[in-house]
């Protein structure tokens, strides 16, 4: 069992730049794939980046080049650090763990979820 909580939401404005964080607890954190989704309004769930336990790094089309996934396992907490924000970003953004890096498909362990709000 894995328990995430993300933080580090909030207001900013088009070109602003924020960092979520993902503090987990529970069984090793270190073990699973941790990744990073968002829902917009009217929109499903969609995945915007992973890192696998060795460090690797996936991302979707929309977000590459602008976004950073990083992960402290020593801290369990993994990180998103979003430059270059658009207002197409704006979403709440959820935190996963056991992320199928190839297929994108969310694992079981999901966070309560952060809101990012980008005003043009």
């Known amino acids: 069992q894995v328990q995430l909580g993300e933080s580090g939401g909030g207001l900013v404005q088009a070109g602003g730049s924020l960092r979520l964080s993902c503090a987990a607890s529970g069984r090793t954190f270190s073990s699973y794939a941790m990744g990073w989704f968002r829902q917009a309004p009217g929109k499903e769930r969609e995945f915007v980046a992973a890192i696998n336990w060795g460090g690797a790094t996936f991302y979707a089309d929309s977000v590459k080049g602008r976004f950073t996934i990083t992960r402290d396992n020593a801290k369990n907490t993994g990180y998103l650090q979003m430059n270059s924000l658009k207002p197409e970003d704006t979403a709440v953004y959820y935190c996963?763990?056991?992320?199928?890096?190839?297929?994108?498909?969310?694992?079981?362990?999901w966070g309560q979820g952060t809101q990012v709000t980008v005003s043009s």
């Open positions: 996963n763990a056991g992320v199928n890096v190839i297929t994108r498909a969310a694992g079981t362990y």
